[in-house]
């Protein structure tokens, strides 16, 4: 049954994919969402309207002023309580060919953004409540270095550096964690073929589903000590300590 929490959880990137399946399961849980796009306005607005107790904003995250709108959009929704990082840039390059436009692009948006969001949240929810939580979404490549998506790879590298210290920065009115999964869907300019192949590639030989990733969200929000850490879901893929990543470890 929904219980009404009468607070309200922000999720960037929330239009689609993984950020959907998180607002659809906080909606579920009895949050109010204000659901974050870019340029899947439609998808943002149709999936608030599926849920109910939701509200759009668009803001593209490589602007620096859109921390400021996002948390001005929430300001006639119930109090915050919960901002889910799920927006994220994904473009492949390499140490030999990044450029400038690209990594300052990925790291706009996979840290900068985050972390101006944070500060603007920390400043914005009630400070008689409960403490509020952020959650950021790393990647298990964390785990287990390798050169691939260069740029990508230091945003996340930065992101997790970013929970531990507003961890430190904002307790104990703030929680700061993570979830970082290994590849879950079908990413960039991987094919259905290669992900398949790669999909079910450590130990346990099945890949991460969505599910489990909003299971580590829920566990997260339901465990008050549970802060400056992260759930990393990869069937103990780092185990492995592949050279490459996963993407290119078969020949599809």
């Known amino acids: 049954m929904t219980v009404s929490r009468n607070q309200t959880a922000i999720v960037t990137g929330g239009a689609r994919r993984i950020g959907a399946a998180f607002v659809r399961a906080l909606a579920a849980d009895g949050w109010h969402v204000l659901i974050h796009c870019n340029t899947s306005r439609a998808d943002a607005d149709a999936l608030a309207a599926e849920v109910g107790n939701a509200a759009v904003v668009a803001a593209d995250l490589a602007d620096s002023m859109a921390a400021a709108a996002i948390i001005a959009a929430a300001a006639t929704l119930p109090p915050l309580g919960l901002l889910v ?3 994220s840039r994904f473009v492949l390059d390499d140490i030999d060919d990044f450029s400038v436009a690209a990594f300052d692009t990925h790291m706009a948006i996979n840290l900068r953004a985050p972390a101006l969001l944070t500060r603007a949240f920390a400043a914005a929810v009630p400070t008689d409540d409960a ?3 952020v959650v950021n ?5 964390l785990e287990a270095l390798n050169p691939d998506y260069f740029t990508y790879t230091l945003s996340k590298i930065g992101l997790d550096g970013l929970t531990e210290l507003t961890a430190r920065a904002y307790a104990p009115r703030l929680r700061c964690a993570a979830i970082a999964p290994a590849v879950t869907l079908v990413s960039g300019p991987q094919s259905r073929d290669n992900f398949d192949a790669v999909h079910g590639m450590n130990p346990l030989r099945r890949g991460v589903a969505v599910e489990e990733i909003v299971a ?4 997260i929000i339901a465990t008050p000590t549970f802060n400056a850490q992260t759930i990393t879901l990869d069937g103990g893929q780092r185990l492995l300590g592949l050279p490459r990543d996963v993407a290119f470890m078969v020949d599809k």
């Open 85 to 87: 990082n799920s927006a």
């Open 137 to 141: 979404m790393l990647d298990a490549k």
């Open 131 to 133: 403490p509020a939580l």
């Open 216 to 219: 580590a969200l829920r566990f």
